[in-house]
């Protein structure tokens, strides 16, 4: 009797013991099926090196942005990145220099047909080019939220052409050639070559603007427009200025 309960109770053990390996080994299986459907369903995050994809990264590499959305993964293919880099960025360099005296010209000839009284003609130039830079990266952002198709709102779309335009490039943001939207990455490769045109223009004007005098004596000049800008429009004159604001400047 107690050989046939020892039996018994050494059958129960085993089936217990058996039923939670099943168990577990279920949960296990089930885990890795999870695992497997979840990176599966992520293939975007590195997109395909595609025709379109290399083009618009070769883009990126001579821009000096560099995303790091798609990136070389054999030796031969950084040594290669590394050469192309040194002759791509130069030659870029060149490319976005003539962009930007065109652009130059451009702002000139607006310049001729505007007056600010308070301003003189670099800060006037200056100006040009912010709300130029401000026009075109709401223009670009529209075109991207509305033909990219990739759900970004307004706020991506403007925040990623910033982003791009002054060659920061964290890389949260990209565009990619997946999912049939390879021809437009073209045109935003031409837009993406104006932006930063734009804004290396924008960055000259600004220095120049504060290394042809100290920058201490420009704000007083600033100053001192605008002073006399508002006595104008006030009718204060010459001699209406009165007060403590008078002796400041």
């Not at 060149?94 to 308070?118: C, G, Q, W, Y």
């Not at 990266?137 to 990219?148: E, G, H, R, T």
């Not at 335009?165 to 104006?194: E, K, N, P, V």
């Amino acid at each position: 009797a107690a050989t046939a309960a020892a039996n018994t109770t050494a059958n129960a053990t085993t089936a217990a013991a058996s039923a939670g390996y099943a168990s577990l080994s279920a949960i296990q299986l089930a885990s890795l099926e999870r695992f497997a459907h979840a990176a599966s369903a992520e293939p975007s995050r590195h997109p395909k090196w595609e025709f379109w994809n290399s083009v618009y990264f070769s883009i990126t590499i001579a821009t000096t942005i560099g995303y790091g959305h798609i990136a070389p993964a054999t030796t031969g293919g950084r040594v290669f990145c590394i050469i192309y880099a040194v002759v791509s960025v130069g030659l870029m360099g060149f490319t976005l220099a003539v962009i930007s005296e065109e652009f130059n010209a451009l702002v000139k000839r607006i310049n001729r047909h505007i007056d600010i009284p308070i301003l003189g003609e670099e800060s006037e130039n200056t100006v040009i080019m912010f709300l130029l830079l401000f026009v075109y990266l709401i223009f670009s952002s529209l075109l991207i939220q509305l033909a990219y198709g990739q759900g970004w709102s307004f706020t991506e779309s403007f925040y990623f052409n910033f982003i791009s335009y002054t060659t920061i490039g964290l890389g949260d943001f990209y565009l990619d050639g997946d999912s049939g939207r390879s021809g437009f990455l073209l045109f935003s490769a031409m837009q993406l070559l104006i932006g930063i045109s734009i804004v290396a223009s924008l960055v000259g004007a600004v220095t120049q603007f504060f290394t042809t005098a100290k920058p201490a004596v420009k704000l007083l000049e600033l100053a001192r427009s605008i002073k006399t800008f508002l006595l104008l429009r006030t009718g204060g004159g010459k001699g209406g200025g009165g007060g403590g604001g008078g002796t400041f400047f």
